[in-house]
């Protein structure tokens, strides 16, 4: 069984702070890990994706994240939060043979405020 | 391309009615999915498909049922209308391979009064 949890279900920063949501996976397989954004009224988009080819991913908008195996973590991070970043961000898990799967954590709300 | 549609965008149930909701993909890809979002749940998965067909169970799917005739399509049906069905459902496609991006629709909103 997959899970995904993310702490904080709103996170508020000014605008040009450091963004950081917070993503702990549980695996028993290794694991793909993606961050999809969520714009108002909208549907998901993919930010980036951990393949296990690299642990740092580099994904749209300016947002990384670090998978990190020690800490079971993929955190999204952006240096500079700009207000176009306020959205709902999704953290998920697959593998495969599941049918590529995905499971979802809860969401974290970003507000970006001047 | 228009990627995955859904339709309608919006509608109101009264409790016990039935209704289709429509998701329709035009990249030619086997793996679609339905989910629904509720707030602070995150997303739920109802049913999926590999492929015409093909379809499974996800982890919600009481309540459901889909179908697959063709690569396009995977309509989603609400047979009886409960309020616990009051979400807002996404559809989403992908191509093969674990790593595939899902794409997903706009969204439906559905309330159940």
């Known amino acids: 069984a997959q899970s995904v949890t993310q702490l904080g279900s709103h996170v508020s920063v000014s605008e040009g702070a450091l963004v950081l949501l917070r993503c702990n996976y549980s695996?028993?397989?290794?694991?793909?890990l993606f961050w999809y954004v969520q714009y108002p009224n909208q549907g998901l988009q993919l930010l980036l994706k951990?393949?296990?080819?690299?642990?740092l991913v580099k994904g749209i908008n300016g947002f990384e994240a670090e998978f990190k195996k020690s800490e079971t973590s993929f955190h999204l991070t952006k240096p500079s939060a700009h207000m176009s970043d306020a959205a709902e961000y999704f953290c998920a898990v697959t593998s495969t043979g599941t049918a590529s799967k995905l499971t979802f954590g809860t969401g974290t709300r970003l507000q970006v405020t001047l | 391309n228009a990627g995955v549609t859904q339709t309608p965008k919006f509608r109101i149930l009264k409790i016990g009615q039935s209704m289709t909701l429509q998701c329709t993909q035009d990249m030619n890809h086997n793996y679609m999915y339905w989910y629904r979002q509720d707030p602070g749940m995150g997303l739920k998965l109802i049913y999926y498909s590999v492929g015409a067909g093909i379809t499974d169970k996800g982890e919600v799917p009481n309540g459901y049922n889909v179908s697959r005739s063709t690569t396009e399509d995977f309509p989603l049906r609400l047979e009886l209308a409960a309020p616990s069905q009051t979400s807002v459902y996404f559809c989403a496609s992908r191509d093969q391979g674990a790593l595939s991006e899902q794409y997903f629709g706009p969204g439906t909103r559905l309330t159940v009064t």
């Open positions: 695996s028993s397989v290794p694991p793909y």
């Open positions: 951990y393949t296990s080819a690299a642990t």
